[in-house]
C-alpha cells in the first residue's frame, strides 16, 4: 500500500504544480508555427482565418451580422462605410456562398470574389483567390 | 548594389578594429553591462549564491559570448563585435544586428554609433514581420481558470498586440505572444515531476489571436479578461524588438515560478526596465497575482474588456429563454425539422433567431470539444438551420453577455493565514494555519471562477490546553468543480482531494490520516431563498491512519451538501462525508461539518466551524488574512 500512496502523492503534487501551459488545437494549423504564421501575405491571412474560423463565418453570414464577419471585412480592406453593403451581401447570397454543409473555406472564398465582383458598390482592394 | 557586396569585406578592414576596441572600452566606462536595461534585454539575474550572475535564458543561441548566460561585460563586448560583421547569429540565423534588434538599438541609443564606421544593415525579415503585426499598444489577456485541464488551475496570461485601426470588433484580427511549454515529448508519468525541475521547455510564440480564442474561448470554455496597457510608443518598440529576440529561444519551463505570467512580466520588464515586477516573485507566480502586480502600477493598466467564453454564451443566452423555448431549444438542437412545426414558427421572428443561434452554437461547440481532429465538417442539420436563420431577416433577441468568471484582481489575494479558538470534545485549543493557494468554495466568489475550489498546500496545527500540539490538516491538493447541471449543456461535478485530515477522537487529540479520494456527481442550483447550490459526489477514497493499529481503509464513499450564498460576502456550507470500508480494517466513516464565511473586507474573513466525527466534535471561531 505504500508505494502505492507515494504514486498518487508524486501525481497529486505534478497536478498541483502546473500552471498555464497550452493545449494546442489541432485544427489550429501546426503547432508553435510562430515563424509561419509570422510572414503570412494579406491572401494567406484571408484563407487561414477563414479556414480556421468556417464555422463562425457560416453563422455570422447567415445572420449578416457578426465579430467574424466583420473582421474578415476588414482583413479584405472593406472601408468601414461598405461593410454593412458587405454584411447584407453575405446574407442574401447565403445558400449561394454556403451551397452545402461541406462547403469548404476556399470554395467560399471564391464564390465570395465572384459575388463582390457583380456588386459594384464592394470596390474592394484586396481580391479574394 | 556595390554597398551591399562591400559590407563583409569592410568588416575586415583594420578601422574598424580601432572602433570596435573604442565602443567596448567606452561601454565599459559607462558600465553599461550592470545596467538594467541590459540585464532585463538578456534575462540575467543574480544567481542563488549571490555573487554569480545567470540568464533564464536557456539556449545557447540567444548569446554571443561563450560564457554569455553568466557574464553581462563578455556578452556586452561580444555583441557589439558582432554588430561588425554580418554573420547569421540567434534562433532565426541572420546578422548580429538584425538577430538582436533591440539590443542594437539601446546600445546605439547609449553609444551613438558611427554610421561612417559601423553602417547599419538592412533587416528586411524584421521590417516585414514589423510591418505585418503594425502594432499600437499592448493588451495584457487573462484567460480564468479550465478545471478540466490540471495546467490551466490557475489561469493564463498572455500579450496581445493591438494593431492601429482596430476596434473591439476586429480584435480577432490581432497578434499574439504566448509563453507555451513544448510538453509533446514528454512521457505522461514524468509529466508532473518534469514540470516541476524545469525538464520543459518554454517558448515565445506569435500567433493570431482568433487561434487563441479559439482554443481558450471556443474549445475550453474560459472566459478571458482584456487589459489595456498604456506603454510608450518607444516602449512598445523595444518591447517588440525584444519578441523578435527571443523567436525560437527556448527557456527551461518550470510550473511553479517560471511560466508564461512570470515570463510575461519579464517581457514588460524589458520594454520598460524601470518597472521591478519578475523579482517580486520568490517562489511561485499565479497569473492573477501578476494582474494585481500589474494594476499596482501607477497608470500601466488603461480600460478592461471582457471577452466571455462560448459557454458562457450559451449558458446565458438559454436562462434568458421561457420554459416554453428551453424545450423546444432542447429539441430543435437534435431535429432541425421543428423549424417547420408551428410550435416553433409561431413565436416572434426575433425570438426565433436567437433559437436557431443557440442550436446552432451549441451544435458547434458539442462537435469542436468531441472532435478528435478539431474543425470536423458540419452536417445537414446544421446546414437546415443556417438557412431557417438566414431566412429571418431580422437580428436575434439581444441578450446581455457577461463573464461567469469575474475579474481577476478584484477577488481575495490567493495566500492565506488565518488563527483561530475553539473547543474540541471540551478542550480549548488554538490554531493557526496557511495556505499557499488559492481559492475554496466558502470564500466570496469575486475574481475566481464560481462554483469551483481549488486549494494547494493548505496547513493548520493546534495547540490543545495543556495538551498535544496536533496536525489538524495537510491538503496537498484539493480540486472541486461543482458546476450546476443545465439541461443544455450537462457536465458533471466532480472532487479530487490527497492530504493528511484530523482524525481526533476522545482518546487522541492529535491522530491523523492520510486520505486520497476522488468523485463524480451532480450539483444543482435553486433561488430560494437565496441562491443554494445542492451537490452529491458519489466516488472512492483511501485513507490511511497515522499509526499501524489504525490500518487503512478503502471503499466507496460518498460527499453531500449544500452551499447557501445569502449575500456576495456571506457564504454558509453544510456537508458530509461517508465512506463505506468495503476493503479495509474498520467499519464505516462518517464525518460532517457545517461552515460559514463572513468576509469583512476584500482581504478579510471571519470563518466558523462546527465538525463532527465519532467521538467527536468541535466548533471553532476564526480570522483569516489573504495576502
Redo the contacts between chains.
Sequence with gaps: MRPLMNIALITALGLVTMACTVVTDPSSGSSGGSNKTSFMDRQQQISEFARVNLDHLRSDMAAGQGEYLDSLATLLDIAPDRQPAFRELTRERFTTLFPSENTTATEMLATLNREMQTDPSLAQRVAVR | MLGILLTPLQSRAAGDDAYQADLIQRAEALNLAGQRAWWTLLHYRPGTDGARVISDADDPRFFLAPTGKNDPAAELAATLRAFFNSDPVGG?PQPAQCAFRARYHWLQDMLGFDPQRLPEQPCE?FT??WR?LDVASVTVVFASAYLD?????????LLRLDQRDQTE??R??AHAI?Y?????NSHPLL???D??AGG?QG??????Y??LV??YSD??SRDLWEYRLNLTPAQLQRLLEHAWEL??IHFD?Y??RE???WQLLTLLEAADPTLMLSDRFTL????ADTLRLLLEQSGLVGPVHARPARGSSLRRRYLALDAGERRLLRRLRHAPELTLDPAFRDRPAARQ?LML?LA??ER?FRR?RS?????A????G??WL??A??RL?V??DPVPITPYATQPETGHASRRLGIGLGQGNGAAFIELNARAAYHDLLEPVAGYTPDAQIE??DLAVRYYAGGPLALERLT??D?TSLRPFDRLTPRPAWQ?H?GWLSAARADCYDCTL?H?GGALGLAAESSWPWRMLWFGLPGLA?E?GATPDDG?QAGPSLTVGVLAQPDANWTLKASAFWLNDQWGDSGTTLRAQLQQNLALARDLALQTTWRYQPGWHEFMLGLRVYF
Design positions: 532565426d525579415s516585414q514581420w505585418m485541464n490540471p495546467a490551466s488551475l490557475f489561469g493564463h496570461t470588433r476586429t480577432l484580427l504566448n507555451a511549454a513544448d510538453d509533446s509529466y508532473a515531476f514540470g516541476i520543459f517558448r515565445f510564440e506569435v500567433q493570431p482568433y487561434k479559439r482554443t474549445l475550453e523567436r525560437d519551463y510550473f511553479f511560466n508564461c505570467a511561485w507566480t499565479l497569473p433567431a443561434e446552432l452554437d458547434q469542436a472532435a478528435d481532429e478539431a474543425g465538417p458540419a452536417d445537414p446544421d446546414q443556417l438557412k436563420r438566414n431577416a437580428a436575434a494547494m498546500l496537498l491538493l480540486i479530487i490527497a492520510f486520497l483511501f490511511s487503512e
